[in-house]
C-alpha cells in the first residue's frame, strides 16, 4: 500500500471491554510507533517496535495496555478492560530505519470511543 | 508545566497572509525540531524537519529554530485556503525514540 493503514477507522466499545486495533505499516518499514492523540491534545508517544521487539515501551500508561508484531510487520495495540478515558485517535506511524534522522509517515488513526 | 507548550489558537488569516506559528519548550536536550500539518481526521504529516539552531526553507515553508530562548517558529507565506488545518511542533532529543508534540493550533485561511 501507499501509505500506513489502520483499521478500523472507528471503534466503539464498553467500558470493561478488550479492544485489537491494528496497523499496517509502508512495506519495508523497519520501525513502527503508537501514539494516542486526545481530543485537542497533541499525539503522546506510546510504544516503539524496531523489527519484532518493543524496543521502547515507556509510553503505554499502564499494564492494559500490550502491543506485538509478531513478524516485524503488521502491529496490534491490545487494550484490556477499557475505560472511558482510554477515548482518543490511536496513531500509527512508520519510518525506513527508526531513530529522528528517518522521517515518521503517520496513518490515519483509529478513532477509539469508550462508553 | 508540559514540556511543549503551544497557542492552541485557533487562528484566522486571509488568503495571501503571512502566517506565524510558535512554540516554546522547557527541555534544554531537545535538538530535533519537527513541524507536522493534520487535516480534520486525518494523521499528522511532516512539513519541516530541522536539527538544532537555524532557520531552513521549503517553498512557502520556512521554520526557525532559537535554542537560547527555547523557541521555534514556522512561518507560511502566501497562505492559501488548503493551508487550513492544524499545525503541530514536536521534538526529541539526540537517541531518543520518541517526539513531543504541542497541543497543536488551528489554522484557518479564509478565502
Known amino acids: 500500500g501507499a501509505g500506513v493503514s489502520q483499521t478500523p477507522s472507528n471503534k466503539v466499545t464498553e467500558k470493561g471491554k478488550y479492544v485489537e486495533l491494528r496497523c499496517d505499516p509502508i512495506s519495508g518499514h523497519t520501525a513502527l510507533y503508537w501514539y494516542r492523540q486526545s481530543l485537542g491534545q497533541g499525539p503522546e508517544f506510546l510504544i516503539y517496535?524496531?523489527?519484532?521487539?518493543?524496543?521502547?515501551d515507556s509510553g503505554l500508561p499502564n499494564d492494559r495496555f500490550f502491543a506485538v508484531r509478531p513478524e516485524g510487520s503488521v502491529s496490534t495495540l491490545k487494550i484490556q478492560r477499557t475505560e472511558r478515558g482510554d477515548s482518543a485517535v490511536y496513531l500509527c506511524a512508520s519510518s525506513l530505519m527508526g531513530g529522528l534522522n528517518s522521517p515518521l509517515h503517520f496513518g490515519n488513526g483509529t478513532r477509539l470511543t469508550v462508553t | 508545566q508540559k514540556e511543549v507548550e503551544q497557542d492552541p489558537g485557533p487562528l484566522s488569516v486571509p488568503e495571501g497572509a503571512i502566517v506565524s506559528l510558535n512554540c516554546t519548550y522547557s527541555n534544554s536536550a531537545f535538538q530535533y525540531f519537527m513541524w507536522y500539518r493534520q487535516y480534520s481526521r486525518k494523521g499528522p504529516e511532516l512539513l519541516m524537519y530541522t536539527y538544532s539552531s537555524g532557520n531552513k526553507e521549503d517553498g512557502r515553508f520556512t521554520a526557525q529554530v532559537d535554542k537560547s530562548s527555547k523557541y521555534i517558529s514556522l512561518f507560511i507565506r502566501d497562505s492559501q485556503p488548503s493551508d487550513s488545518a492544524t499545525y503541530l511542533c514536536a521534538m526529541s532529543e539526540t537517541g531518543a525514540n520518541n517526539l513531543f508534540f504541542g497541543t497543536g493550533t488551528r489554522l484557518t485561511v479564509i478565502p
Open positions: 517496535f524496531q523489527g519484532t521487539g518493543a524496543a521502547d
